[in-house]
């Protein structure tokens, strides 16, 4: 169950940390006459280097090295938003045949399997970072599996493509976010996430409320943000048809006060584009078509 995992990686991060402290070094070569005689010693030197305390924490950040199962460099989000219908997603170890094929690879946040094992326990959100997810934090509203789940990053906020980490000193801009659990217990809250965006903009999201298994009250958030539009509302929205291109879907990512629109985000790796879309526009005629069936279906 959720505990004993819990337990287990707070163990074996104590039993990776006594590993290190009791073996710091790398292996050296026993003391052999006849092993310096045959060997170079900057051969044998690097032959040594086999084993080290501490190198089960080191592999843990590591997909491969950990065949899919690392809990620090899994990751959601794709494009800027939480997961696009063309991001690689986990695969089960089982079909794997070579560990590199992990890489890059990101967390199903739809996942009902995880979802449902998560309620099970109480759990209702996941908040990581790790992977870019554009100028502000990307969410997955409850609406769709009743686990809202946020990835904020913001370390590529106002990144330029092509560009190189060593030619940009700062690819955050004057993008700023912080995210917040505001509530009355640890099972009756709501997300708030606000800052300002890469454009200069405050914004400041309030997400509806959850609490229980599986309440959500939407009279203290906003249930549209967090949610994909469909493809056959863009021309609503944006005045854009994308239809044939599969991972260009619109998410609402913020609102925009100053403004009264939402913010929208879409994209695919590292490239993210943003538009806006006046919030009453949004919640017009045909407005329902902004959920997915996944969350037309939970609402």
């Not at 190198?55 to 997909?63: D, T, V, W």
């Not at 890469?198 to 958030?221: C, E, I, S, V």
Request: glycine letters at 8%; charged letters at 25%; one cysteine or more.
């Amino acid at each position: 169950n959720v505990y004993e995992w819990v337990d287990a990686l707070n163990n074996f991060l104590q039993v990776g940390l006594q590993d290190f402290e009791n073996r710091p070094y790398w292996n050296e070569v026993e003391d052999d006459k006849e092993e310096e005689e045959s060997h170079p010693p900057t051969a044998m030197a690097v032959a040594a280097r086999t084993t080290r305390g501490g190198e089960s924490l080191m592999a843990l950040q590591n997909r491969p090295a950990m065949w899919g199962r690392s809990i620090v460099s899994n990751c959601y989000g794709d494009g800027g938003v939480i997961t696009t219908r063309t991001s690689p997603q986990i695969k089960r170890p089982e079909e794997i045949d070579n560990p590199l094929q992990f890489e890059k690879v990101c967390s199903d946040p739809l996942d009902p399997q995880v979802a449902e094992w998560l309620l099970g326990y109480g759990i209702r959100r996941i908040v990581v970072g790790h992977k870019p997810t554009g100028d502000c934090p990307a969410v997955l509203s409850a609406l769709y599996t009743g686990v809202e789940v946020v990835s904020a990053d913001t370390s590529y906020s106002d990144y330029q493509p092509g560009s190189s980490i060593s030619s940009r000193d700062n690819h955050r801009g004057v993008a700023v976010s912080v995210v917040e659990i505001v509530g009355a217990t640890c099972t009756d809250n709501q997300l708030r996430v606000f800052g300002t965006l890469k454009n200069g903009h405050a914004y400041d999201n309030r997400y509806p409320r959850l609490f229980a298994k599986d309440g959500f009250d939407d009279t203290q958030g906003d249930r549209h943000l967090g949610i994909r539009l469909q493809p056959d509302n863009f021309d609503m929205a944006v005045g854009k048809e994308d239809h044939d291109d599969p991972h260009h879907c619109w998410w609402t990512k913020a609102v925009i006060p100053s403004e009264q629109t939402y913010y929208l985000c879409r994209g695919k790796g590292r490239k993210v584009e943003y538009t806006t879309i006046p919030i009453p526009q949004a919640l017009a005629k045909n407005s329902h078509n902004i959920y997915s069936e996944k969350a037309k279906a939970a609402s």
